[in-house]
């Protein structure tokens, strides 16, 4: 084979490698966006409020065990407070928002601009849940101001609508977290 034969055939052979790599590199980028970590965007370990420290509340019975365990965002000044979950988009089903007083006080509580159904989850001073509120998102016409939960208490947890019921949460039970 003369010369020329020789350059079409290694540029065939460079030009081939170099869409194969391109077509490599592009399906590599269809299985999520990367979440810096080795997770993908769509996995629910990713942080829906990376503004917010964070705590691990688990709820417990009277017996102590464990009905249920979110990863909660805490809203412990009034901005976080008054915007609480109204900017979030949507809430995986093991993540949640504590909202954290300094002592007891009436509380009340709306869903302004809320996109879905939360249940709102009120807590006295010793962390005992004193009542459940399950809030649904506001209608078309509707902008939840008008969706009003009161109770006294000194925190607050808000998750997924009906994450109380799957988990048997129910008033009495304790939230226990560290600030």
Same mark, same amino acid.
Request: hydrophobic share 35%; with cysteine; charged share 25%.
């Given at each position: 084979m003369d010369a020329s034969g020789s350059l079409r055939s290694d540029r065939r052979t460079v030009l081939t490698g170099i869409a194969t790599s391109l077509g490599i590199a592009t399906l590599g980028g269809c299985t999520g966006t990367f979440a810096g970590d080795g997770e993908t965007a769509d996995d629910t370990s990713q942080e829906v409020h990376p503004e917010h420290e964070t705590t691990d509340? /688990? $709820?417990t019975d009277s017996e102590g065990d464990v009905s249920g365990e979110v990863m909660a965002a805490i809203a412990d000044t009034s901005d976080l407070q008054r915007t609480g979950l109204s900017e979030t988009d949507e809430l995986p089903p093991d993540r949640g928002m504590l909202f954290v007083y300094d002592e007891m006080q009436e509380l009340t509580f709306t869903m302004p601009d809320m996109d879905f159904a939360i249940d709102i989850?009120?807590?006295?001073a010793d962390r005992t849940i004193t009542s459940i509120y399950r809030a649904r998102a506001p209608g078309p016409d509707e902008d939840g101001s008008e969706q009003v939960y009161f109770d006294t208490g000194q925190y607050v947890l808000e998750v997924v609508y009906e994450w109380t019921a799957e988990h048997g $949460? /129910?008033?009495g039970d304790v939230l226990e977290f560290e600030l």
């Amino acid at each position: 084979m003369d010369a020329s034969g020789s350059l079409r055939s290694d540029r065939r052979t460079v030009l081939t490698g170099i869409a194969t790599s391109l077509g490599i590199a592009t399906l590599g980028g269809c299985t999520g966006t990367f979440a810096g970590d080795g997770e993908t965007a769509d996995d629910t370990s990713q942080e829906v409020h990376p503004e917010h420290e964070t705590t691990d509340v /688990q $709820v417990t019975d009277s017996e102590g065990d464990v009905s249920g365990e979110v990863m909660a965002a805490i809203a412990d000044t009034s901005d976080l407070q008054r915007t609480g979950l109204s900017e979030t988009d949507e809430l995986p089903p093991d993540r949640g928002m504590l909202f954290v007083y300094d002592e007891m006080q009436e509380l009340t509580f709306t869903m302004p601009d809320m996109d879905f159904a939360i249940d709102i989850i009120f807590a006295d001073a010793d962390r005992t849940i004193t009542s459940i509120y399950r809030a649904r998102a506001p209608g078309p016409d509707e902008d939840g101001s008008e969706q009003v939960y009161f109770d006294t208490g000194q925190y607050v947890l808000e998750v997924v609508y009906e994450w109380t019921a799957e988990h048997g $949460v /129910q008033t009495g039970d304790v939230l226990e977290f560290e600030l």
